[in-house]
């Protein structure tokens, strides 16, 4: 479709060409197509302009795109820092290359909602010129002397404040201009949170007003620190009720969507939520993109929500215009859709300079389509959940979280994936009944900051018949970060706190009992070995009951010069492992870093002493069991007439480092799939490879064999009554 041609075609549109940019009148508000509309959109396009697309780029090539890799939602650029639209606002930066009586973003848009497409409008509110800057400078953010903030990237843009008259007031008028002009179903805002702490008079004097403290410095330990970050988080709140609020007024049924809530928790009042995490970079595992999914999930519970990933490049030295190797991105995107998330693909800039990347999101979101009835909805039939606590990082992580609290959930995570052993995510803030019965095992790898009423909670639900695993300094901290001179959940851990903490045990050995190694689960594989290498950081505590002590403490000894390395104590009774039979409940306790420990060294030993722990303490089949080579996560879904398996293959040589090159098939992977009660299986088919494998079943468990994984396998099992 040539230029002249699409135009003519969004023209003729009647209501979804939304205006006429020299008289400016509103468009027909569409009518709603469901309760939550946007729970249709199951595949999202986004194309972000770039200031000089108007006029370079071809729109028709595009829509074309969203329609063969049939999107039934797009996110196209409208305002913030550029108009792509002819905005009547004062001081909202029209494009320069948009030529006088042309509309890129309402064209474009109005050609996609002809095509029944949904039509989120992206704005991105971070930025102003120095027109602006010069008009209103109470927009700009300030540095931590006062001094207004240059764009970091770019200097010919001052950053602004995201919590001031900017966004409370300029940006209000973009969004319901834009809410009233156009047939959207919500504005969609990149940004929009702010870049960094804002020291500006209007931060300075509302925080002040709000809780009689300064804006805190860089100091971590500042005291006004965990006052200022609920702060801000109850600034964003308000600012996203004001912008709902004004895109509703013009249009009832359209949203506003941030990228990104202010503080997980809060994700669970939004209808629907893409979240952004776009790519891998440096050592970002390849199943990051599914963590993301889960951590939503968790908050989001069923409703819709998309994970938005990048075709580009990632790296911190932002290769826009470059794009990524197909197989990394498709890989990226398989794991977050077996996961739960709708895919989202994002590109920036409407001119291609690169389009290699066009046919691996074709065929990807082909097979989505194809396949969209197993895709849709469900439950995940998970036993075990790991538990995230973001109040951990902001308030007992702080300035070093990526190690103290993300390393640790990092290492469980990896030893469940490569153990294959389905599991979910739980938020901290969210341990209820609703939200944590239906698991049998939670696993709390160092979740630090624990509220009393939390820890009761988590003691409330071992008493019901739930097991634990919890590691290092789980409760050993309140919710505000402060230090507590017990466990919170000393009782239920069975230890008490001997005030120390060892920061970094050089050259020191777990000692596995000999007649453990033989005989107990949490031993299994490692029959033949007598010792492994311990934590780097552990907990000294004192048992305050009887435990079994299958793993004990070498304590750390001479590594130079080489003719002094050997154990000054051979063996100890300090144990390393509390494990405890509570009824119907098991608690496991490692007072060592165990999970952050594998994570950096990635030893065996560690990931299957996790494991072993987890199903030990689980104690109950799994779901589902995969047998055979490589690394795959593993998933499995309950929708009303149907269960999936996914099956997604991160074997590669470069698994751990970006970016994959190429696939590695590997295979024959037998599953064993334990039925729902009183349902048998009807058909078996495999959605990726093709073919329906022959299945066994017996004792309610089916098995088939799958004859090889190249990138990602769904078994699909439609069941029927028995």
């Given at each position: 479709m040539r230029r002249r041609e699409f135009l003519e075609a969004a023209a003729a549109a009647g209501a979804s060409a939304l205006i006429d940019p020299r008289t400016m009148e509103p468009a027909q508000t569409s009518a709603p197509t469901a309760r939550n509309p946007f729970e249709r959109a199951m595949r999202w396009g986004q194309l972000a302009f770039v200031e000089n697309d108007p006029g370079r780029y071809d729109p028709g090539f595009w829509l074309d795109f969203f329609t063969r890799t049939h999107c039934d939602a797009v996110t196209l650029s409208a305002g913030g820092v550029v108009a792509f639209y002819p905005t009547r606002v004062p001081f909202h930066h029209r494009s320069a290359w948009m030529k006088e009586g042309t509309d890129p973003f309402g064209e474009l848009a109005g050609a996609c909602r002809q095509r029944g497409m949904l039509v989120l409008a992206r704005v991105d509110p971070h930025a102003v010129g120095d027109d602006a800057r010069t008009a209103h400078p109470e927009w700009i953010a300030a540095d931590d002397k006062g001094q207004p903030r240059r764009h970091w990237a770019d200097p010919t843009l001052w950053v602004t404040c995201a919590l001031g008259p900017r966004n409370f007031e300029h940006m209000t008028e973009v969004v319901r201009e834009i809410a009233t002009l156009y047939d959207v179903q919500g504005v969609f805002a990149n940004r929009w949170a702010g870049s960094g702490t804002c020291y500006c008079e209007t931060c300075r004097h509302a925080f002040r007003e709000s809780t009689g403290r300064e804006v805190p410095g860089p100091a971590p330990d500042d005291p006004a620190r965990r006052d200022y970050i609920l702060w801000r988080r109850s600034r964003l709140l308000e600012l996203w009720d004001r912008w709902d609020a004004a895109i509703r007024a013009a249009r009832p049924d359209a949203r506003f969507v941030p990228n990104g809530p202010p503080g997980l928790e809060n994700a669970e009042r939004a209808q629907f939520l893409a979240v952004d995490h776009q790519a891998r970079r440096g050592l970002t595992p390849p199943w990051d993109f599914g963590r993301s999914a889960k951590l939503y999930r968790a908050v989001m519970g069923t409703k819709p929500l998309a994970g938005l990933f990048s075709v580009g490049v990632e790296e911190p030295y932002r290769w826009k215009d470059s794009v990524q190797a197909g197989p990394e991105v498709r890989l990226w995107a398989l794991d977050g859709i077996a996961n739960g998330f709708r895919p989202w693909f994002a590109k920036f800039s409407g001119v291609l300079y690169d389009r290699r990347w066009l046919a691996t999101v074709e065929d990807l979101y082909r097979w989505h389509h194809e396949n969209e009835r197993y895709l849709r909805g469900g439950e995940p039939l998970a036993r075990i959940a790991v538990v995230y606590s973001e109040q951990t990082r902001d308030f007992y992580g702080r300035e070093n979280a990526d190690a103290r609290v993300d390393d640790h959930l990092r290492g469980i995570y990896h030893a469940l994936v490569e153990a294959r052993l389905p599991f979910e995510m739980v938020n901290d803030l969210r341990l209820d009944a609703a939200h944590v019965d239906r698991f049998k095992l939670l696993v709390l790898p160092n979740v630090a900051a624990l509220s009393d009423g939390q820890c009761r909670r988590l003691a409330e639900y071992v008493d019901g018949g739930g097991s634990l695993l919890a590691t290092f300094e789980t409760s050993l901290y309140d919710e505000t970060g402060a230090m507590r001179k017990d466990f919170g959940l000393a009782e239920l851990l069975g230890v008490s706190y001997e005030g120390q903490v060892d920061r970094r045990m050089q050259n020191s050995y777990l000692a596995l009992e000999a007649e453990a190694r033989r005989t107990h689960p949490l031993l299994e594989g490692l029959r033949d070995a007598p010792r492994i290498i311990n934590s780097v950081q552990r907990v000294r505590v004192r048992p305050t009951r009887e435990f079994p002590s299958p793993v004990t403490l070498?304590?750390?000894?001479?590594?130079?010069?080489?003719?002094?390395?050997?154990?000054?104590?051979?063996?100890?009774?300090?144990?390393?492992?509390?494990?405890?039979?509570?009824?119907?409940?098991?608690?496991?306790?490692?007072?060592?870093?165990?999970?952050?420990?594998?994570?950096?060294?990635?030893?065996?030993?560690?990931?299957?002493?996790?494991?072993?722990?987890?199903?030990?303490?689980?104690?109950?089949?799994?779901?589902?069991?995969?047998?055979?080579?490589?690394?795959?996560?593993?998933?499995?879904?309950?929708?009303?007439?149907?269960?999936?398996?996914?099956?997604?293959?991160?074997?590669?040589?470069?698994?751990?480092?970006?970016?994959?090159?190429?696939?590695?098939?590997?295979?024959?992977?037998?599953?064993?799939?334990?039925?729902?009660?009183?349902?048998?299986?009807?058909?078996?088919?495999?959605l990726v490879g093709g073919g329906a494998p022959e299945p066994s079943e017996s004792g309610g468990v089916i098995t088939a064999v799958v004859p090889a994984v190249r990138d990602h396998e769904v078994v699909a099992v439609d069941l029927a009554p028995v």
């Amino acid at each position: 479709m040539r230029r002249r041609e699409f135009l003519e075609a969004a023209a003729a549109a009647g209501a979804s060409a939304l205006i006429d940019p020299r008289t400016m009148e509103p468009a027909q508000t569409s009518a709603p197509t469901a309760r939550n509309p946007f729970e249709r959109a199951m595949r999202w396009g986004q194309l972000a302009f770039v200031e000089n697309d108007p006029g370079r780029y071809d729109p028709g090539f595009w829509l074309d795109f969203f329609t063969r890799t049939h999107c039934d939602a797009v996110t196209l650029s409208a305002g913030g820092v550029v108009a792509f639209y002819p905005t009547r606002v004062p001081f909202h930066h029209r494009s320069a290359w948009m030529k006088e009586g042309t509309d890129p973003f309402g064209e474009l848009a109005g050609a996609c909602r002809q095509r029944g497409m949904l039509v989120l409008a992206r704005v991105d509110p971070h930025a102003v010129g120095d027109d602006a800057r010069t008009a209103h400078p109470e927009w700009i953010a300030a540095d931590d002397k006062g001094q207004p903030r240059r764009h970091w990237a770019d200097p010919t843009l001052w950053v602004t404040c995201a919590l001031g008259p900017r966004n409370f007031e300029h940006m209000t008028e973009v969004v319901r201009e834009i809410a009233t002009l156009y047939d959207v179903q919500g504005v969609f805002a990149n940004r929009w949170a702010g870049s960094g702490t804002c020291y500006c008079e209007t931060c300075r004097h509302a925080f002040r007003e709000s809780t009689g403290r300064e804006v805190p410095g860089p100091a971590p330990d500042d005291p006004a620190r965990r006052d200022y970050i609920l702060w801000r988080r109850s600034r964003l709140l308000e600012l996203w009720d004001r912008w709902d609020a004004a895109i509703r007024a013009a249009r009832p049924d359209a949203r506003f969507v941030p990228n990104g809530p202010p503080g997980l928790e809060n994700a669970e009042r939004a209808q629907f939520l893409a979240v952004d995490h776009q790519a891998r970079r440096g050592l970002t595992p390849p199943w990051d993109f599914g963590r993301s999914a889960k951590l939503y999930r968790a908050v989001m519970g069923t409703k819709p929500l998309a994970g938005l990933f990048s075709v580009g490049v990632e790296e911190p030295y932002r290769w826009k215009d470059s794009v990524q190797a197909g197989p990394e991105v498709r890989l990226w995107a398989l794991d977050g859709i077996a996961n739960g998330f709708r895919p989202w693909f994002a590109k920036f800039s409407g001119v291609l300079y690169d389009r290699r990347w066009l046919a691996t999101v074709e065929d990807l979101y082909r097979w989505h389509h194809e396949n969209e009835r197993y895709l849709r909805g469900g439950e995940p039939l998970a036993r075990i959940a790991v538990v995230y606590s973001e109040q951990t990082r902001d308030f007992y992580g702080r300035e070093n979280a990526d190690a103290r609290v993300d390393d640790h959930l990092r290492g469980i995570y990896h030893a469940l994936v490569e153990a294959r052993l389905p599991f979910e995510m739980v938020n901290d803030l969210r341990l209820d009944a609703a939200h944590v019965d239906r698991f049998k095992l939670l696993v709390l790898p160092n979740v630090a900051a624990l509220s009393d009423g939390q820890c009761r909670r988590l003691a409330e639900y071992v008493d019901g018949g739930g097991s634990l695993l919890a590691t290092f300094e789980t409760s050993l901290y309140d919710e505000t970060g402060a230090m507590r001179k017990d466990f919170g959940l000393a009782e239920l851990l069975g230890v008490s706190y001997e005030g120390q903490v060892d920061r970094r045990m050089q050259n020191s050995y777990l000692a596995l009992e000999a007649e453990a190694r033989r005989t107990h689960p949490l031993l299994e594989g490692l029959r033949d070995a007598p010792r492994i290498i311990n934590s780097v950081q552990r907990v000294r505590v004192r048992p305050t009951r009887e435990f079994p002590s299958p793993v004990t403490l070498v304590p750390s000894y001479p590594d130079l010069p080489m003719e002094q390395v050997f154990p000054r104590v051979e063996a100890t009774d300090e144990r390393q492992v509390f494990l405890r039979d509570r009824g119907r409940s098991r608690v496991v306790y490692f007072p060592g870093d165990l999970d952050r420990t594998f994570w950096e060294v990635l030893s065996p030993d560690h990931g299957r002493l996790l494991a072993n722990a987890v199903r030990w303490a689980a104690n109950e089949e799994p779901p589902v069991r995969v047998e055979g080579p490589g690394l795959f996560d593993v998933t499995v879904w309950r929708r009303e007439d149907a269960l999936t398996v996914h099956l997604v293959n991160l074997t590669n040589a470069m698994a751990m480092k970006g970016p994959v090159r190429e696939f590695v098939p590997v295979g024959p992977m037998t599953v064993r799939l334990r039925l729902p009660a009183g349902m048998r299986a009807r058909r078996l088919q495999l959605l990726v490879g093709g073919g329906a494998p022959e299945p066994s079943e017996s004792g309610g468990v089916i098995t088939a064999v799958v004859p090889a994984v190249r990138d990602h396998e769904v078994v699909a099992v439609d069941l029927a009554p028995v």
